[in-house]
């Protein structure tokens, strides 16, 4: 079987003009969040900073009371997931790199 000198620029033709697969830089790792008693292991372990220090971290980055500190396994690292109720009413999520306490973001 025998190609046409047409064929392949159409084949090209409709490839270039196919759209590209989306690929999201901005999607994380999914994220699992430990146990109490798996917590303290990891802290203990010195493998994250303290609780308290990641609270105060995230009370700077989102002032607020803090409601909720979760330490969580995002891929291979480990990141707290602070939740604060800012004085308007408003919630905060803020993620932060579990052994620096730097913020990752904040929702």
Same mark, same amino acid.
């Given at each position: 079987? +025998?190609?046409? #000198?047409?064929? #392949?620029?159409?084949? $090209?033709?409709?490839?270039?003009?196919? #759209?590209?697969?989306? $690929?999201?830089? %901005?999607? #994380?790792?999914?994220?699992? @969040? $430990? =146990? =109490? %008693?798996e917590t303290r292991s990891v802290v203990a372990e010195g493998r994250v900073i303290q609780p308290a220090d990641a609270s105060r971290h995230a009370r700077r980055a989102a002032p607020g009371e *803090? *409601?909720?500190?979760?330490? @969580?396994r995002q891929g291979e690292d480990f990141v707290y997931v602070v939740t604060t109720l800012k004085r308007d009413g408003k919630v905060a999520r *803020? +993620? $932060?790199?579990?052994?620096?306490?730097? *913020?990752a973001t904040i929702r």
């Open positions: 079987m +025998t190609m046409s #000198p047409v064929e #392949p620029i159409l084949a $090209l033709a409709l490839l270039a003009s196919a #759209p590209a697969p989306i $690929l999201r830089v %901005d999607n #994380p790792a999914p994220m699992s @969040c $430990l =146990s =109490s %008693d *803090v *409601v909720r500190i979760r330490l @969580c *803020v +993620t $932060l790199e579990g052994q620096s306490g730097k *913020v």
